[in-house]
């Protein structure tokens, strides 16, 4: 697998997930609060760090709709789940904002503190910019919409704007990062909300052919890892679309799947955001999510499925894994069908820990899991999602670059449509050819020859996410 290069672009999507992560850890907490402190650390350095590899002494991020730019470039991956950072700029009137090279922690925290929380009535970006300036805080600017199109952006150079998938995917985020903040909080969280969002998950995954699927593969390190859900979600969707038509089954399951790991919200910030490994009594503290979270939802009337789900995603299928129970425990098959979607997304995601993995080595891990998952589920799941899955890029052995819409017959031979020449030259939206792979028509020249790493196209608008 090629290893991914460190664009500038990569960087200011690390910068901008530690500052929404920070931003919630803010809005639960303040902006003192050690873990947020710690993260706040991280961004002064990694600003230092993507300020010195551009060579300009600040950075500016503009908002354009639900979008998130950068030096004329659409920042997709980040945007994804930026939503709260873009909502809190949005309700201060502000275009974007300028952090120099020299922004203190102090800086940095005032700024958090400016944008968490309800807006205050009266409250735009010239009072924040002149609260900012009163600390003596002149490295953070929050911009005027007048300066649109002066050193930030150029709207009419950002050709792309969020896709309709893209636009479901951060909406979903976004609801799950509210629902942290309502938990945290200790306010009760509106699980219609879900409910309603995961029917429009399910309509998209019905009218367009995987576009939810490819964002189900779609890398992401994002704040919370909020998206780890929704990715399960659409997995479970997928994998329950085989198994049955029952939409108001499909659904349940999605939400069940949407609101798994819920319990996390009650879980120390510090365990939760821990980049480091956990010591066993701080794992012990996480794997409590799974009780809490079904305790949760449990006194807010959630749906019986959803409450099984959070549960006992983490049980094994007849003893072991947690939370323990006195009693004999069987997991219901949508428990089955949530907890091996987890485990698939977790392993194949990646997390600032560790790589993530490609699929096949994923399903080898998980094959060897003995007593863990049902193994038919398994099998069909592996079947559904296949070797190369919806929204993996690879190459032909022709040279052409391919995305993967869905899967055949044939575990190794998906549907794909060629987005490149055989010499890598971008074809033109009307030019892409969608060709099963596993067609006898098709050409040996025209198999698979391997996967291209997802970053480095990550960011590109061509993908039309
Ligand atoms: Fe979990
Ligand atoms: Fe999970």
Same mark, same amino acid.
């Given at each position: 697998?090629?290893?991914?290069?460190?664009?500038?672009?990569?960087?200011?999507?690390?910068?901008?997930?530690?500052?929404?992560?920070?931003?919630?850890?803010?809005?639960?907490?303040?902006?003192?609060?050690?873990?947020?402190?710690?993260?706040?650390?991280?961004?002064?350095?990694?600003?230092?760090?993507?300020?010195?590899?551009?060579?300009?002494?600040?950075?500016?991020?503009?908002?354009?709709?639900?979008?998130?730019?950068?030096?004329?470039?659409?920042?997709?991956?980040?945007?994804?789940?930026?939503?709260?950072?873009?909502?809190?700029?949005?309700?201060?009137?502000?275009?974007?904002?300028?952090?120099?090279?020299?922004?203190?922690?102090?800086?940095?925290?005032?700024?958090?503190?400016?944008?968490?929380?309800?807006?205050?009535?009266?409250?735009?970006?010239?009072?924040?910019?002149?609260?900012?300036?009163?600390?003596?805080?002149?490295?953070?600017?929050?911009?005027?919409?007048?300066?649109?199109?002066?050193?930030?952006?150029?709207?009419?150079?950002?050709?792309?704007?969020?896709?309709?998938?893209?636009?479901?995917?951060?909406?979903?985020?976004?609801?799950?990062?509210?629902?942290?903040?309502?938990?945290?909080?200790?306010?009760?969280?509106?699980?219609?909300?879900?409910?309603?969002?995961?029917?429009?998950?399910?309509?998209?995954?019905?009218?367009?052919?995987?576009?939810?699927?490819?964002?189900?593969?779609?890398?992401?390190?994002?704040?919370?890892?909020?998206?780890?859900?929704?990715?399960?979600?659409?997995?479970?969707?997928?994998?329950?679309?085989?198994?049955?038509?029952?939409?108001?089954?499909?659904?349940?399951?999605?939400?069940?799947?949407?609101?798994?790991?819920?319990?996390?919200?009650?879980?120390?910030?510090?365990?939760?955001?821990?980049?480091?490994?956990?010591?066993?009594?701080?794992?012990?503290?996480?794997?409590?999510?799974?009780?809490?979270?079904?305790?949760?939802?449990?006194?807010?009337?959630?749906?019986?499925?959803?409450?099984?789900?959070? #549960?006992?995603?983490?049980?094994?299928?007849?003893?072991?894994?947690?939370?323990?129970?006195?009693?004999?425990?069987?997991?219901?098959?949508?428990?089955?069908?949530?907890?091996?979607?987890?485990?698939?997304?977790?392993?194949?995601?990646?997390?600032?820990?560790?790589?993530?993995?490609?699929?096949?080595?994923?399903?080898?891990?998980?094959? *060897?899991?003995?007593?863990? #998952?049902?193994?038919?589920?398994?099998?069909?799941?592996?079947?559904?999602?296949?070797?190369?899955?919806?929204?993996?890029?690879?190459?032909?052995?022709?040279?052409?670059?391919?995305?993967?819409?869905?899967?055949?017959?044939?575990?190794?031979?998906?549907?794909?449509?060629?987005?490149?020449?055989?010499?890598?030259?971008?074809?033109?939206?009307?030019?892409?050819?969608?060709?099963?792979?596993?067609?006898?028509?098709?050409?040996?020249?025209?198999?698979?020859? *391997?996967?291209?790493?997802?970053?480095?196209?990550?960011?590109?608008?061509?993908?039309?996410?």
């Amino acid at each position: 697998m090629p290893v991914a290069k460190k664009s500038s672009t990569r960087t200011v999507t690390a910068l901008i997930d530690e500052l929404v992560s920070a931003l919630l850890g803010t809005d639960v907490h303040h902006s003192n609060h050690p873990q947020v402190q710690e993260t706040v650390d991280s961004l002064q350095h990694q600003l230092l760090d993507l300020t010195h590899q551009l060579g300009q002494d600040s950075l500016c991020l503009a908002v354009l709709d639900d979008l998130l730019v950068f030096q004329d470039k659409p920042l997709l991956s980040a945007s994804l789940s930026a939503s709260r950072l873009i909502r809190s700029l949005g309700n201060l009137g502000a275009s974007g904002l300028e952090l120099h090279a020299g922004a203190t922690k102090e800086h940095i925290s005032s700024l958090l503190e400016a944008l968490a929380g309800p807006r205050v009535s009266g409250q735009d970006f010239r009072s924040v910019n002149a609260l900012l300036s009163g600390q003596g805080c002149v490295d953070i600017k929050l911009h005027d919409p007048l300066s649109l199109g002066d050193k930030d952006v150029k709207p009419e150079a950002v050709s792309s704007t969020l896709g309709p998938a893209a636009r479901v995917y951060q909406t979903g985020i976004a609801i799950l990062q509210d629902m942290t903040v309502d938990i945290g909080l200790g306010r009760r969280i509106s699980l219609d909300m879900v409910r309603n969002h995961v029917e429009r998950m399910y309509e998209l995954m019905q009218t367009q052919d995987g576009p939810l699927m490819n964002l189900a593969s779609y890398e992401q390190d994002d704040a919370f890892t909020l998206g780890h859900s929704v990715r399960v979600t659409v997995l479970a969707m997928n994998l329950a679309c085989t198994m049955t038509e029952d939409v108001e089954t499909i659904v349940r399951l999605g939400n069940a799947a949407m609101l798994h790991d819920v319990g996390k919200a009650l879980i120390p910030l510090e365990l939760v955001l821990s980049r480091a490994a956990l010591e066993e009594d701080e794992l012990i503290e996480v794997q409590k999510h799974a009780e809490k979270g079904g305790e949760m939802l449990m006194d807010h009337g959630a749906d019986p499925l959803a409450v099984t789900v959070a #549960f006992g995603h983490h049980r094994l299928r007849h003893e072991g894994g947690y939370p323990h129970t006195r009693h004999k425990y069987m997991p219901s098959t949508g428990t089955e069908i949530v907890k091996i979607c987890d485990v698939f997304e977790a392993l194949t995601a990646n997390r600032p820990y560790r790589p993530r993995m490609l699929p096949p080595d994923a399903y080898r891990v998980m094959l *060897g899991m003995k007593g863990h #998952f049902d193994q038919h589920l398994l099998r069909c799941f592996i079947q559904r999602t296949g070797l190369f899955p919806a929204g993996q890029i690879i190459q032909l052995k022709s040279g052409e670059i391919a995305r993967v819409i869905k899967q055949s017959n044939s575990l190794d031979e998906p549907v794909v449509e060629i987005l490149t020449s055989p010499g890598g030259d971008q074809l033109s939206e009307s030019d892409h050819q969608i060709l099963d792979l596993s067609a006898p028509s098709v050409e040996e020249v025209r198999k698979v020859e *391997g996967v291209v790493d997802l970053p480095e196209v990550a960011d590109d608008p061509n993908l039309n996410l």
